[in-house]
């Protein structure tokens, strides 16, 4: 009789398993989809969290240029190594670089044997004008040169 009861009991609990079962996994399915749901959602937020704080960044730094460079000023320095650098990218000697500059010839060499710090370029015109010599190509250049000659 001991075993009989136990078997009995054995397979009512197997059928209220089952019955469990099958009544858990439609939510267990719904609730997989919400996981995945908010999972996808809180990566959403993160990417846009990260959008902003680079947005935010790259706005106040031009607000901060914006309101530091003063307007009559050209904004920018120039060094001995970069007057060479750029004389060099171009192809130029130091008289065709001086001729396109509006310097003299002894004024270029004068500013590449500097040793090191910024230039003190004193005329606002010829800053501005290496500002411009800066921006161009060896094309642009060699035309330029051609038409002054």
Known sequence: MANVMKALKEEI????????????DPIKSVNASQRKYIADLRK?????EKETRQLGKTVSKK????????????????TAQGIRAMRKRLRLSQRAFAELAGVSLPTVANWEAKESGKLNIRSKEVFVRLQQIKEMG????????????
């Open 63 to 78: 607000t901060v240029a914006q309101n530091d460079q003063p307007e009559e000023s050209p904004r920018g320095w120039i």
């Open 138 to 149: 060896i094309r642009e250049v060699n035309q330029i040169l051609e038409e002054q000659d």
């Open 44 to 48: 959403q937020i993160a990417q846009l």
């Open 13 to 24: 609990a197997r059928i209220a398993r089952s019955e469990i079962k099958s009544a858990l």
